[in-house]
């Protein structure tokens, strides 16, 4: 029993001896301890310079491959050595040597142990400079971003000219970035669809072609010797020219022609203040809104608002004038049509004339106007003698105005049957008093004719008598 004892403690001596000295050798020398690998590239066995370089040697060709960011046909490669992408390769080699070679000697036995019996993968970390990812989506952003822009028509010498609408597209720089650094985390060649958000413009050339059917139109005349009011005609005019209109859209000319003052060119001429026609800045507005408001009713669209002036016009008949003021008196209309509307208006010679075109559904239809009377109201005339003014003599000092209250309807008819009779917005013109001066004075009585005394008659030619025949008293002509 002592024999066995001993040899039993013999034999376990021998195998401490035996692992303290294979301890040893598994902890010493300066090698990378079997089954470590750096990014799945096996280093057992290697200095750590030498995984460095075979890291390297492997990982160094992926700086030359291409991420390519695409958008339809076009293509914007970008390469991990644009990025300034850095791998490191000796952080993770120091690593990789430290495993069995650090901490007690205890630890590094049993990390050499563990290493015989199981793998260890070291991650090969990298740095990039990430800025480079947002220039490059900032450059491309600036080849793709563009403003949806709608398509436009416009009247030139008696044709319709249209121009295309464009689509809408802004490059999702935040999520393509998200995208890139994702792919870059692959270390791999890629292809990325970059996202790009796309909005249809909202008039298009499909729209405008159908804008071919004169759908109302109406003229009035003006006086073109008055300078400054044909100025503002005209000025108008080019302000409410040229207007598409969408279908529910409502147009105001207000907002269209702006403020009428003197910075903005308008000139003076007469406007209606007090129910007088007074100078005033912007005169002669009011007959483009009429005139507006008339090639609206017979194109059948919805009056928003209107209203009559305080005195009825020269230019349109009762009842279908429209005056604008400022911000609080305007004229509106409505698109109640499908399909967009084109206002088109100009000035020739004495005449202004406005044209609504669109597409006429119903060519069978037509439309007209009528008005009627329902109040009267005439003016009364103050007579002021005027002491300064010969007799007979009669001066208007205030012109009068007859007051009218009129009620207009819009009928139309398709193949010759009424569908429709609309009330239009009462007009209501006030009675405008005048005031005339007759004068008194009387004509001074005419001068007393003065009398001359009568002067002799001389012959022609005067006769000389001989002195010694000449009687001596004289009894004829020269006496």
């Known amino acids: 029993m002592g024999r066995m004892m001993k040899a039993g403690a013999a034999i376990i001596g021998i195998l401490v001896v035996i692992v303290l000295i294979l301890s040893l050798f598994l902890v010493s020398g300066d090698r990378i301890h079997a089954n470590i690998t750096i990014n799945g590239i096996d280093v057992g066995g290697m200095t750590a310079y030498e995984a460095e370089a075979k890291v390297r040697s492997v990982m160094e060709p992926i700086l030359g491959k291409t991420l390519a960011l695409r958008y339809e046909e076009r293509n914007w490669p970008l390469t991990y050595k644009d990025l300034d992408l850095i791998f490191k390769y000796e952080e993770a080699a120091q690593k990789a040597y430290s495993i069995g070679h650090e901490g007690n000697f205890f630890q590094e036995v049993a990390d050499s142990i563990r290493m015989q019996l199981s793998r260890s993968d070291i991650p090969l970390k990298y740095d990039y400079n990430a800025m480079h990812i947002s220039r490059k989506l900032e450059l491309i ?4 971003d563009q403003e949806s822009v709608d398509a436009t028509i416009r009247m030139e010498k008696g044709s319709f000219v249209i121009t295309d609408e464009k689509i809408g597209r802004k490059l999702q720089q935040g999520r393509a970035n998200d995208m890139i650094k994702e792919a870059v985390e692959k270390l791999a060649d890629a292809e990325i669809q970059l996202p790009v958000e796309v909005s249809e413009p909202q008039v298009k050339r499909t729209d405008l072609e159908n804008i071919k059917d004169n759908l109302g139109q109406y003229s009035t005349k003006f006086n073109a010797a008055d300078i400054d009011r044909t100025h503002n005609v005209k000025l108008a005019t080019n302000s409410a020219n040229n207007v598409l209109l969408k279908p529910g859209e409502i147009y105001s000319l207000n907002k269209i022609v702006g403020p009428r003052l003197a910075k903005y060119g308008f000139k003076e001429a007469k406007v209606i203040i007090n129910n007088e026609l007074v100078p005033g800045i912007g005169g002669g507005v009011c007959q483009v ?15 928003i608002e209107r209203r009559s002036h305080s005195l009825p ?10 005056t604008i003021s400022e911000d609080y008196i ?5 698109n109640t049509t499908t399909y967009p509307i084109y206002i088109y208006g100009e000035v020739k010679g004495s005449w202004v004339t406005f044209s609504i075109y669109g597409r006429n559904d119903h060519p069978g239809r037509s439309v007209r106007i009528s008005t009627e009377i329902i109040k009267k109201t005439d003016p009364q005339i103050q007579v002021i003698e005027d002491p300064t003014l010969p007799a007979g003599t009669e001066v208007e000092e205030k012109k009068a105005y007859t007051g009218y209250v009129v009620k207009s309807y819009r009928i139309v008819t398709e193949n010759g049957q009424q569908i429709s009779k609309e009330e239009l917005p009462l007009s209501v013109y006030r009675v405008a008093h005048g005031v005339k001066r007759v004068g008194t004075k009387k004509a001074p009585p ?19 008598l001989p002195l010694e025949s000449a009687p001596e008293e004289s009894t004829g002509e020269n006496r």
């Open 141 to 144: 952003a600036g080849e793709i």
């Open 289 to 303: 809104s009429s005139t507006l408001y008339n090639a609206a009713l017979l194109s059948n669209l919805k009056i």
């Open 313 to 322: 016009s020269t230019y349109v008949p009762l009842g279908r004038d429209a």
């Open 330 to 334: 305007d004229f509106k209309f409505e």
């Open 446 to 464: 005419a001068p007393y004719p003065q009398l001359t005394e009568p002067q002799p008659v001389l012959p022609e030619t005067p006769v000389e």
